[in-house]
């Protein structure tokens, strides 16, 4: 229920009080009254008020430009001119206060009508933030889903490299767990990259091409993931640069930069790293021999 009143006569803080002959404050005051002062104010004059009202709510904002003093309220209202609407105000609520201010009060919606359209459009914004919290859920629940993937095969390749088993072995039990357990339509390394920002993702990927890992192999595209995986901190991508720069596997052969990656690895606790860096020392391989760095 909403109840007009006598909001300019009831501000004690304005200087300027902005009434008509006592009919009201002007910016909320109705056209007719003012284009006719001996128009009585009506149900619909209470209508126009009201509409102002819900422009405020919405805008939160003065009416009438925030004019204050009676000849520029007179002269605005007097020009036909209405309250802009917002950016972001839903098209059924300013339907409903652009009605509440036709010029034709006949055509003005009742207090019903008005209550019956706010609790409709309260309805479905009820409705629709819930349908996006849903949204936003299925998202967050899909992001963990991928990311366990993710976690599953970065797990597989660590048991796998402390038992001591070649990269060959290891893409051998990646593609068996991903025989045995992968049941989305959605292919592994498409899963994968729909976290191209993540690191660990990004390792992936190169690991899927450097091995042939449901894709075609391709040294070339495994070199560039796993340097884009290596400027993001991945310890794996950087000790498998380190190995292709060691052995000139896609790049061309440099030991300082196999030395290099590998001494970036073994910084991250990278156990594998630490040993070919530690093997490095001890051979020369990248930096001058020396037997008490290893």
Same mark, same amino acid.
């Given at each position: 229920?909403?109840?007009?009143?006598?909001?300019?006569?009831?501000?004690?803080?304005?200087?300027?009080?902005? +009434?008509?002959?006592?009919?009201?404050?002007?910016?909320?005051?109705?056209?007719?009254?003012?284009?006719?002062?001996?128009?009585?104010?009506?149900?619909?004059?209470?209508?126009?008020?009201? #509409?102002?009202?819900?422009?405020?709510?919405?805008?939160?904002?003065?009416?009438?430009?925030?004019?204050? +003093?009676?000849?520029?309220?007179?002269?605005?209202?007097?020009?036909?001119?209405?309250?802009?609407?917002?950016?972001?105000?839903?098209?059924?609520?300013?339907?409903?206060?652009?009605?509440?201010?036709?010029?034709?009060?006949?055509?003005?919606?009742?207090?019903?009508?008005?209550?019956?359209?706010?609790?409709?459009?309260?309805?479905?914004?009820?409705?629709?933030?819930?349908?996006?919290?849903?949204?936003?859920?299925?998202?967050?629940?899909?992001?963990?889903?991928?990311?366990?993937?993710?976690?599953?095969?970065?797990?597989?390749?660590?048991?796998?490299?402390?038992?001591?088993?070649?990269?060959?072995?290891?893409?051998?039990?990646?593609?068996?767990?991903?025989?045995?357990?992968?049941?989305?339509?959605?292919?592994?390394?498409?899963?994968?990259?729909?976290?191209?920002?993540?690191?660990?993702?990004?390792?992936?990927? #190169?690991?899927?091409?450097?091995?042939?890992?449901?894709?075609?192999?391709?040294?070339?595209?495994?070199?560039?993931?796993?340097?884009?995986?290596?400027?993001?901190?991945?310890?794996?991508?950087?000790?498998?640069?380190?190995?292709?720069?060691?052995?000139?596997? #896609?790049?061309?052969?440099?030991?300082?930069?196999?030395?290099?990656?590998?001494?970036?690895?073994?910084?991250?606790?990278?156990?594998?790293?630490?040993?070919?860096?530690?093997?490095? +020392?001890?051979?020369?391989?990248?930096?001058?021999?020396?037997?008490?760095?290893?």
């Amino acid at each position: 229920m909403a109840k007009i009143t006598d909001f300019g006569l009831s501000d004690l803080t304005l200087q300027q009080k902005i +009434y008509l002959n006592g009919k009201g404050s002007l910016a909320f005051l109705d056209p007719r009254c003012i284009y006719d002062r001996d128009t009585e104010r009506d149900e619909k004059s209470d209508i126009f008020s009201l #509409g102002v009202v819900l422009w405020e709510i919405s805008s939160r904002r003065k009416p009438c430009g925030g004019l204050l +003093y009676d000849n520029d309220i007179i002269t605005y209202r007097l020009d036909g001119k209405r309250d802009a609407s917002v950016s972001e105000t839903p098209e059924e609520y300013i339907t409903l206060y652009s009605e509440c201010w036709d010029d034709d009060a006949e055509r003005r919606p009742s207090c019903e009508q008005i209550f019956d359209q706010l609790t409709i459009i309260a309805q479905k914004i009820t409705t629709t933030k819930h349908h996006s919290t849903v949204k936003l859920t299925n998202m967050y629940q899909q992001i963990v889903l991928e990311h366990s993937l993710s976690d599953k095969l970065s797990n597989i390749y660590q048991e796998e490299c402390l038992k001591g088993s070649a990269q060959k072995q290891i893409a051998d039990q990646i593609k068996c767990w991903l025989t045995l357990n992968e049941s989305s339509q959605h292919s592994p390394i498409t899963r994968l990259r729909d976290h191209i920002d993540c690191g660990q993702c990004l390792w992936l990927i #190169g690991l899927f091409y450097a091995c042939g890992i449901t894709v075609e192999m391709d040294i070339n595209q495994a070199i560039y993931c796993y340097q884009l995986s290596a400027k993001k901190d991945n310890a794996f991508a950087q000790y498998n640069l380190g190995i292709c720069y060691e052995n000139g596997i #896609g790049v061309r052969k440099d030991k300082q930069k196999a030395l290099e990656w590998y001494q970036k690895a073994a910084e991250q606790g990278n156990a594998s790293a630490q040993c070919n860096l530690g093997l490095c +020392y001890a051979n020369g391989t990248g930096v001058e021999k020396y037997s008490n760095s290893s």
